[in-house]
DNA sequence: TAGATTGTTAATCGATTAACAATC
DNA sequence: TAGATTGTTAATCGATTAACAATC
């Protein structure tokens, strides 16, 4: 990998997308794939494809094109996506629910190990067989297990306090999902999945194709 | 609103985040805001502020700023959430609950009328009120009910058919959860939410800040 | 009126696309 | 070797920022 050289954000965000290709091509047995074949199935110019991922090295070979398998190994590298993460989540509504079971069956190096909560009915329940734990053990809990990443499922009133409070404990980044704009420290970093903001952009959308007609 | 012009994407996904703030403002009874303030709060330049908000019209004042309130029912407007709009959701899994539970409680203006499922054991239950269906009648349930936006919560693997069916009955817009990248006809808007692009998202950055020590 | 702040034009910056030499 | 396709530099495009005249 280049070293020194910082990636844009656009760079980034389209490296999962490329993975998921990749990781479709190789189900179906593809071995190899140029960059301009890539192109009209992902839909960025081969151009693109190839700037992106000359970022992180030359993966391909002049006259072939790139190794499927390989290429989806080494986007794999780039994102972290060989390690394992430990996570916790704090909220255990409907979206929290949702989430656990989302990773605890969809994504491999990565595990929910305990869900904290306020509302004492909850506590001591599980989910998706994770624990439903009391909110005021989660610093203890986090600085014990090493968990790398905080889930963050609770309302907007309360989101706040949760992220200072998992950052005390140490994660080294947060995936929001409340309503509201978390201020962290430089270290911790944040991933914010604001579900009204993405409703309102495609309401947007439905809006000026009708008035395009 | 100035006719004709095409607003960058980019400009489009701001637009909820002003509101979101504006919202938060109007809340604590902050009457006017300059641009300069709302920079300080929100995190984009001023120049930035009114650049986006001039793409629709003149909403301020000179020597005064913008209105709190008139500002936030312009973008309102501008969004197109002044108008009401009808959903159906298909997927009664965890993840179309959350959603489902998420709209119904926090979203006014948006009413999820359906839920439609192929699992028999489901079908004639009811989620947060809202009744799920048999799969099978969805083409009939959207024609008469005029749907406007259909919210795809199934696995990637039925996905596309399921958006095929949805374009077909005539829905305006498709909210995507499922890790696919949908094959739309042109006056369809759609959008994803792909939730593990943004996990690896988050997964990289992390990666990186510890590199970066 | 004087001061403040917008609306808008111009300058800058960054990201995408095009071109092509390197090379498998 | 000839053909294909990358890696990379240069050109273009678009989005952000700066500057300032207009005006409340």
């Given at each position: 990998?280049k ?15 490329y993975?998921r290709?990749l ?5 179906k047995?593809?071995?190899?794939i140029?960059?301009?074949e ?5 839909g960025?110019t081969?151009?693109?494809i190839?700037?992106d ?13 790139y ?5 989806h ?11 394992k993460?430990r996570l916790?989540l704090v909220?255990?509504?409907?979206l929290?629910?949702?989430?656990t079971n989302?990773?605890g069956n969809?994504r491999?190096?990565f595990?929910?190990?305990g869900?904290f909560?306020?509302n004492p009915?909850?506590?001591g329940?599980t ?6 734990l009391d909110?005021?053990?989660?610093v203890?809990?986090?600085?014990t297990r090493?968990t790398d ?6 309302g907007k009133?309360s ?10 404990a140490g ?6 999902f409340a309503p509201?704009d ?5 270290h911790?970093?944040?991933?914010n999945?604001?579900l ?7 309401v947007?959308h439905?809006?000026?194709m009708?008035?395009?007609k």
């Open positions: 990998m070293k020194g050289a910082k990636i844009s954000n656009a760079v980034i965000r389209r490296l999962p997308r993975r290709y990781g479709e091509l190789q189900k047995g593809v071995d190899k140029s960059s301009n890539f192109s009209k199935l992902i960025y081969a151009s693109q190839r700037q991922l000359n970022n992180f090295g030359g993966f391909g070979q002049q006259g072939y094109g190794n499927v398998k390989d290429l190994s080494e986007i794999s590298g780039i994102l972290g996506l060989k390690n993460y916790v909220g255990a509504g409907n929290g629910h949702a989430i989302y990773i969809y491999s190096g595990a929910v190990e869900i909560e306020v009915e909850m506590i329940q989910l998706d067989g994770v624990p439903i909110y005021d053990s989660m203890e809990f986090i600085e090493k990443i905080g889930i963050i499922c609770t009133e989101a706040q306090e949760v992220a200072d409070k998992l950052c005390f994660v080294k980044g947060i995936w929001n509201v978390l201020e962290l420290p430089g911790v970093a944040v991933e999945v604001h009204s903001d993405s409703l309102y952009s495609l947007y439905i809006n000026k009708d008035s395009n």
